[in-house]
């Protein structure tokens, strides 16, 4: 498994410095929540599905894909993963790569900003953590 998490067993060290060396980290299994798993395609010719995922956080969506593959009994990995959300923000809320980089003035791109006041706001609400992730799993022969 590969993680930014630290991983207490080995120092302070990051996960992904050992996957990097080729060091496997056996981590124990912790509850999550899958809240919703929507298939948004299927390509047969290219043994692709497409999935949309809303989960707890501490999910491993290239775990999840892994998963799939295997109760599906071909395997499977991911060719792409993107962050939709994560808790109350969306990247619905953001501004495009296109608005960044042709605006001409700060202020324009300062404009939708909500204060730390209104984050503290959103981040204290009583509500489950959650991420939404897509990912497009690929089949393996």
């Given at each position: 498994?590969?993680?930014?998490k630290s991983?207490d067993?080995r120092?302070?060290r990051d996960?992904?410095y050992?996957a990097?060396k080729?060091?496997?980290?056996?981590?124990?299994?912790?509850?999550i929540?899958?809240f919703?798993l929507?298939?948004?395609g299927f390509?047969?010719d290219?043994?692709?599905?497409k999935?949309?995922?809303?989960?707890?956080?501490g999910?491993?969506?290239?775990?999840?894909g892994?998963?799939i593959g295997k109760?599906?009994?071909?395997g499977?990995?991911?060719?792409?993963l993107?962050?939709?959300?994560?808790g109350?923000f969306?990247?619905?809320d953001?501004?495009?790569?296109?608005?960044?980089?042709?605006?001409?003035s700060?202020?324009?791109?300062l404009?939708?900003?909500i204060s730390?006041?209104?984050v503290?706001?959103l981040?204290?609400?009583?509500?489950?953590?959650?991420?939404?992730a897509?990912?497009?799993?690929?089949?393996c022969?």
């Amino acid at each position: 498994m590969y993680s930014a998490k630290s991983n207490d067993c080995r120092s302070t060290r990051d996960l992904y410095y050992y996957a990097r060396k080729g060091i496997i980290i056996k981590k124990d299994a912790r509850e999550i929540e899958i809240f919703s798993l929507c298939c948004n395609g299927f390509n047969p010719d290219l043994g692709q599905l497409k999935i949309t995922v809303r989960c707890s956080k501490g999910t491993y969506i290239r775990v999840l894909g892994a998963d799939i593959g295997k109760k599906l009994g071909c395997g499977a990995h991911l060719i792409a993963l993107r962050r939709l959300g994560s808790g109350t923000f969306s990247v619905n809320d953001s501004l495009s790569g296109e608005k960044l980089s042709t605006s001409q003035s700060p202020d324009t791109l300062l404009a939708g900003m909500i204060s730390v006041e209104e984050v503290q706001g959103l981040l204290a609400e009583d509500k489950p953590p959650e991420a939404m992730a897509a990912a497009t799993a690929v089949r393996c022969e």
